[in-house]
């Protein structure tokens, strides 16, 4: 689990809180040299330190997306030595590595909504960040025994960033490191179901999408470690407007400068600390509100009326993850088909040359003749508010500054599952969404309790001695009841479901997934 406790989310979030917002003076804000005295934590702060002196400061999603993912020392995609990030040992601990009956439970469902959809040949099981591989391998297990369903899976696909943790995948899912090279990126053959292989890539949109397919989809703890852009509202009057913008390759300034409203969104953007404190641990980078419009501050808050609500609340924060949505629409449409394209405009004719102008026609929308699959997506996040201020760093199962050992923390931010159910129903018509609920309201109509209590009483008349049984026991009871434990610092509360499955109501009936409200269909 990333946040161990409401406490611990509440502490993080300081760090990101407004205390740290510091507004610089200058048009773009000060330029740093890169002394050559200067010390930084990390190879790859010292990287963007310079990108950043050279470009001007950069946003949050930037940020994250490099210190999560760069090939040049990330968090998920450095070379870790001995132990990885997951688990005891590592920073944090995930709800699969907890107990085995989480990912039981998940491969049921699946089994639930294939019964329900009338048991479609041509399945595919995709799951995007699969981090050790642990849920994916308790859900083929379970799949496994499941005959009709385990013969209908045509491939299985992984999405995974992490060139370590997809050999890691591998060595649990296939019994080796080996992966051969595909067209898609990498395959090997899956342990549990024979004939089937598991085929890897970087990112779902390599990953074929085909009519006559029926995708089943996974995403455990993925959509919160996908970068967030920050935007704080603040009145005109305490930061001057202008009519230059910030990009990644330095700041332009439009022919005719944006028209700025009296309230608008200002983008925080991170840059380095000029004087750190010099402490181990001290902050090398901080926050600070960004005078000057981004191209991210004049759309991404224009797209939602859930935004623009509070555009005349100052001081309002508001997270948006652009990759989340784009994630969660490529799902819907994978499930329910894309919208029509909309009309195409009469042909134009160029001032010049009286004749039409020529396009190439576009690709048509990817349709379905009728919608299939699911998407499952467990995560931590409101269940409707917008999150503001929950950027948090976990280093060693602690809170940590985010800005702190960049590539050596793990940064992630809470989900905004709203959002990612107002995507998913705009992006295809034939879907329609479940949830969010709390995960100790999935977990318990799923039935943890009696499947735990099964495996406890196998245990107890297994052949392994009495410590080992009582080891087992334990293990199994504790874990149970922290992922449904619904305190006010507990996994069953702060972590949500949330499901994308066709849309039912084309037959004048509502169906509710298992898990959310409903019954076991066949
Ligand atoms: N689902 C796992 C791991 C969660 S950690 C569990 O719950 O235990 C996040 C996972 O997403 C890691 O496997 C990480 O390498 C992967 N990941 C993070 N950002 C990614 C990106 N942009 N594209 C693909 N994978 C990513």
Known sequence: MRANSLSLLRTAAKYAGPRSIAHRSGQYGLRWSSSEARQWSTPLAKTLAEAITTTGPISVAAYMRQCLTSPDGGYYTRHTTGHDQFGAKGDFITSPEISQVFGELVGIWLYTEWLAQGQKEKVQIIEVGPGRGTLMDDVLRTISTFKAFARSIESIYLVEASPHLRKQQAKLLSGTEELEEAELGWKSPCKHLLDCDIIWCEDIRFLPKEESSTPFILAHEFFDALPIHVFQNTASSSI?????????????????????????????VVSPIQSPTGKEDAEEFHLTVSKTPTPHSLYLPQTSSRYKALSKTENSIIEISPESLSYISD???????????????????SPSNTSPVSHSPPTPPFQKPSPSGAALILDYGPAATIPANTLRGIRAHKPVSPFTSPGLVDLSADVDFLALAETALTSSPRVEVHGPVEQAFFLSTMGIKERTERLIRKAKLGKDSVADIEETVKRLDIGWKRLVDRGPTGMGRIYKAMAIVPFADEKGTVRRPVGFGGDVVR
Do not use: D, M, Y
């Open 240 to 268: 001057p407007a202008s009519s230059t913008i910030l990009t990644p390759t330095g700041p332009i300034t439009p022919k005719h400068g944006p028209q700025v409203p009296k309230n608008h969104w200002h983008e925080l």
């Open 331 to 349: 799902f819907a449409i994978r499930i329910g088909g894309a919208n029509p394209a909309p009309p195409s405009p009469p042909p134009s004719r």
